[in-house]
C-alpha cells in the first residue's frame, strides 16, 4: 500500500468516526460521541505529518 493510499483510507477512517460521532450524540451516548471525536482529530493529526510519496524522503 502507497502512501498516498493509507492518507486516502484514513481520511475515509475520518470521516466514518465523525459520522459515528454524530450518531451517538444523537442518541446521547456522550461518551461514546466524544471517544469518537477524539480518535478522529488523532488521526487527523497523524495525517498532518505523514509524507505523501511525491514527497523526497530526507537521508
Do not use: C, Q, V
Amino acid at each position: 500500500m502507497t502512501k498516498d493510499e493509507t492518507i486516502k483510507t484514513l481520511l475515509d477512517d475520518i470521516k466514518n468516526l465523525r459520522s459515528k460521532a454524530k450518531y451517538y450524540g444523537s442518541l446521547h451516548l456522550f461518551e461514546a460521541e466524544s471517544y469518537a471525536e477524539k480518535l478522529a482529530s488523532n488521526i487527523e493529526l497523524a495525517l498532518t505529518t505523514m509524507p505523501s510519496d511525491e514527497d523526497i524522503a530526507i537521508s
